[in-house]
């Protein structure tokens, strides 16, 4: 069985490589010109001193829990990820201009939340998730940024990650991105509510639950028919809930109340905690958002096409 799977994934991988040979052109502009897209305005959220607000909007992008390693300094990295590719390990986002992003430029910074490409060219693999990433609009990314580079320096070299040939070459992720890839920027609905706006703001972009939430296909692509539906093979494995208000699998039955003391506190309706990934997202990131955007957030789930899609542990 397991020679079986591994076999479907070199014909997914020589179908990547296929799909990536006619787009040379490409590949190259995406590395030598920067889109800067015209920008609607996303509701909500202002900060009017640029660090403050890059706190709270890195607290909403959930950097800290990805970017720390246990005992290790915020934000310097070395955060292991296991997926069924491999393990990866997170970047120093510190403003060390040797191990961390002290030398990167806006356009830098922004093309890798945009395009998922790295200062020196290559790709960043979607682990680090780009496709949620490139939503996030230009005001709000240059926030992030200058709170990082306002930041204790730390000098900690990134380290490699160790995944097996040949999902461990970089240019595949060409091919990746133009299979599976829509960048952005968000576009507010205008046939819904500022506050429903802004909570889809902060699921699809800067909180990026999709990629979490989301079951993944052979190559690591979100099923969008199975969009925030939940999965049995979350970050290392973990189990993610089905997110969707479907009242027999999802949160159909909860009350938008629910959803923001969860968001506030961790807490279930049934009054238990939750665990793992989803309890540190909320240690580190979601429990510093104001009421409103934890409001927003529950609108927004709460208006989404309910799907049925029953996620239990695996034994």
């Not at 709170?147 to 091919?175: I, K, M």
């Not at 690591?220 to 999965?231: E, H, I, V």
């Amino acid at each position: 069985m397991r020679a079986a799977r591994r076999w479907w994934r070199w014909v997914l991988l020589a179908a990547v490589l296929m799909a990536a040979l006619p787009f040379g052109v490409l590949w190259l502009s995406d590395r030598l010109i920067l889109d800067e897209p015209d920008e609607p305005d996303v509701p909500g959220g202002t900060v009017e001193n640029i660090v403050a607000r890059g706190e709270y909007l890195t607290r909403a992008a959930g950097c800290f829990s990805c970017h720390t390693a246990p005992g290790g300094q915020p934000l310097a990295g070395g955060r292991a990820l296991a997926t069924p590719f491999g393990t990866f390990y997170s970047p120093n986002l510190t403003p060390d201009v040797e191990t961390g992003i002290g030398a990167w430029t806006d356009a830098q910074f922004l093309r890798a939340l945009r395009k998922g490409i790295r200062p020196d060219g290559s790709d960043y693999f979607p682990v680090f998730p780009y496709p949620s990433f490139t939503r996030i609009t230009t005001g709000d990314a240059l926030a992030i940024k200058a709170y990082f580079f306002s930041r204790p320096t730390v000098r900690q070299p990134n380290r490699a990650h160790d995944v097996a040939f040949p999902f461990s070459w970089r240019f595949l992720q060409s091919g990746w991105r133009f299979l599976f890839f829509k960048p952005g920027p968000f576009r507010p609905s205008p046939d819904h509510t500022v506050t429903y706006n802004r909570g889809a703001y902060l699921v699809t972009a800067l909180s990026h639950c999709s990629e979490c939430h989301t079951p993944r296909n052979a190559l690591g692509a979100m099923r969008q028919s199975l969009w925030l539906a939940g999965t049995t093979d979350g970050p290392n494995g973990q189990v993610v809930p089905n997110i969707t208000p479907d009242p027999a699998t999802g949160i159909g039955e909860w009350q938008k109340a629910d959803i923001v003391e969860l968001l506030k506190t961790g807490t279930t309706p049934e009054q238990t905690t939750v665990k793992g990934a989803m309890r540190e997202a909320i240690a580190d990131g979601l429990k510093y958002l104001s009421d409103d955007d934890r409001a927003a957030i529950a609108d927004y789930l709460l208006a989404q096409p309910p799907i049925v899609h029953q996620v239990t542990q695996q034994h």
